[in-house]
């Protein structure tokens, strides 16, 4: 199966589509978003991707302030969780500007909705949904965005395989064009977290989903995990994207930069060439060394024409040229006469034996 994205393929015989989601590290201005948009299309990325919400539709102050205490990645922030939000919302106006300025770039633009007025809006302007791993058992908003009609990334972090059966069940009907992606949805940039991320999760989805396309949303540092998903089968990689993780905001720390961005992409490409086929056979770049690193059965001694050949007259050594007997035949080749005279050091052809 092949899905389109603008006017790139993705599939399993297509290169790896690279997202880079600035989300909230535009820190609340057009001009650094749209930055943002040039350096991600530089460094390699295919597509910029958004995040559409509201405060209000999206976190429940009352329940935030009220849960005790911040909590995980949060509790590193200064400001509560709704103003956090506030902040990092992406104003519905920025929309048309921020798909002219990917236009300009060559790169894609798309965003994840958070709500149905966000589902609805995007909708002229983005070729591509994404879903949040936190929506992944809101089905009503899967079943809404999947009635868009295009193609659908969905995060599988925090959430166990009945959620994301339940989930796929919900869009498959109405829209075939998902890309499945495993995500582990920690985002304090500990080390501790890839012994969470479980990538092996990706053939477990193969097995069930044989047909649907793959992908890894990814929030650790490095590019471990993304050459390992790539490794697995995943044509889909989705990380965060900022031109400094200093800056101050929610998402910088663990975002890649400019410099990772970029190694990750050549590195990914690297891997795509070294996976190759899965079809064993003599690579076009070993035919040399095939001569030269194999053997052949050659004359331990001069030989007569007519002498029959036995074990202690054969040697067993480099290089294998082209005609020559190889190492399996040498029980075929005991008891054969020779129909020439062979040098010592020659190697044995079938045509200078006879049974």
């Keep these: 199966m092949e899905i389109k994205i603008g006017n790139k393929l993705i599939g399993y015989n297509q290169p790896v589509y690279f997202v880079a989601d600035i989300a909230a590290n535009h820190d609340g201005d057009l ?15 295919d597509a910029a991707k958004f995040q559409n919400f509201k405060a209000a539709k999206i976190v429940s102050d009352y329940g935030f302030r009220h849960m005790g205490g911040q909590q995980s990645h949060q509790s590193k922030w200064k400001k509560s969780v709704f103003e956090v939000y506030q902040d990092a919302s992406v104003p519905d ?3 048309s500007e921020l798909k ?4 300009k770039e060559g790169i894609e633009y798309f965003s994840a ?37 295009k193609p659908v990334l969905l995060a599988t972090g925090a959430s166990n ?6 989930a796929v069940d919900a869009i498959l009907p109405i829209n075939p064009e998902l890309v499945l992606m495993q995500c582990n ?13 479980h990538l092996r999760v990706l053939e477990t989805y193969h097995q069930i989903w044989p047909d649907l396309i793959l992908g890894l949303s990814d929030h650790t540092s490095g590019h471990a995990t993304v050459l390992g998903a790539v490794a697995l089968g995943a044509r889909v990689i989705e990380k965060h994207f900022t031109d400094d993780n200093n800056r101050i905001g929610p998402d910088h720390k663990f975002a890649m930069n400019p410099k990772s961005w970029e190694e990750m992409v050549v590195n990914t490409r690297q891997l795509e060439k070294a996976l190759g ?18 053997r052949c059965l050659r004359a331990a001694r001069d030989i007569k024409a007519g002498e029959t050949i036995t074990r202690d007259m054969i040697d067993v050594l480099r290089p294998a040229v082209k005609g020559a007997i190889l190492p399996n035949e040498i029980t075929a080749v005991v008891g054969t006469k020779a129909v020439k005279d062979l040098p010592f050091g020659v190697e044995l052809r079938w045509t200078d034996l006879v049974a």
């Design 113 to 149: 909705p958070y709500d149905f007025e966000s589902i609805d809006w995007l909708d002229p302007f983005i070729n591509v949904y994404k879903i949040g791993s936190g929506d992944i058992d809101w089905i009503e908003s899967l079943e809404k965005i999947a009635g868009k009609h």
């Design 161 to 166: 395989l009945a959620d994301v059966q339940r």
């Design 277 to 294: 086929s899965r079809e064993k056979f003599i690579a076009g770049n070993e035919q040399e060394t095939c001569v030269i690193q194999r």
């Design 185 to 197: 949805t920690n985002y304090t940039a500990e080390d501790d977290n890839f012994n969470h991320i």
């Design 93 to 95: 106006r920025w929309s």
């Design 31 to 45: 001009d650094r978003a749209k930055m943002l948009i040039h350096v991600a299309k530089e460094s390699g990325a």
């Design 100 to 103: 002219e300025c990917c236009d």
